[in-house]
């Protein structure tokens, strides 16, 4: 072998593997997903009642009418180690899980799901939760308690698919 072809190998085979590096799917900006809280006749609920997200994707609730409403998960259907992300995500908690209430028209409330684990989470508003005001965010994948423990808000199967 000549010292030509040592020194030409490592360099076809060093250019070879920077070419490569670059066929992996740039990542997706988050998206901003919108819930409205409202009331719809005699019915409050919120629009949509089921969502789907990615982990990092932001939901903002939005006030429109009915209120007082907020927004609480519950502690017992939402994926193992969620409670922790959604505390922290969540501003001005009234409690463990709970939004503070929304009582002026068009207020808005936003949850960053950046770190969230994946899976099913189904929350409620306080004031309206025997009225039915329910609904179910599905984070990547369902999974977990939320999938299958189910009192009136949408089950993954319900869930229409995300749109990116």
């Known amino acids: 072998m000549t010292r030509w072809s040592l020194l030409v190998a490592p360099v076809v085979a060093l250019g070879a593997t920077a070419f490569t590096g670059g066929t992996e799917p740039a990542p997706?900006?988050?998206?901003?997903?919108?819930?409205?809280?409202?009331?719809?006749?005699?019915?409050?609920?919120?629009?949509?009642?089921?969502?789907r997200i990615q982990p990092g994707d932001i939901v903002q609730f939005v006030n429109v009418s009915g209120f007082p409403h907020n927004v609480q998960f519950y502690p017992n259907r939402i994926p193992t180690g969620a409670r922790e992300v959604l505390n922290r995500a969540m501003a001005q908690r009234m409690g463990d899980l709970q939004s503070p209430?929304?009582?002026?028209?068009?207020?808005?409330?936003?949850?960053?799901f950046t770190g969230a684990p994946q899976g099913t989470y189904d929350y409620f508003?306080?004031?309206?939760?025997?009225?039915?005001?329910?609904a179910t965010i599905i984070v990547?994948?369902?999974?977990?308690?939320?999938?299958?423990?189910?009192?009136g808000e949408p089950t993954p199967a319900q869930v229409p698919p995300a749109i990116r």
């Open 28 to 51: 997706q900006a988050p998206r901003t997903v919108r819930v409205e809280m409202l009331m719809q006749g005699s019915r409050y609920i919120y629009r949509p009642a089921g969502i």
């Open 140 to 151: 990547g994948q369902p999974g977990g308690p939320g999938s299958s423990i189910n009192d």
């Open 101 to 112: 209430m929304f009582t002026q028209p068009n207020q808005t409330y936003t949850i960053n």
């Open 125 to 134: 508003c306080l004031p309206h939760q025997a009225l039915g005001m329910k």
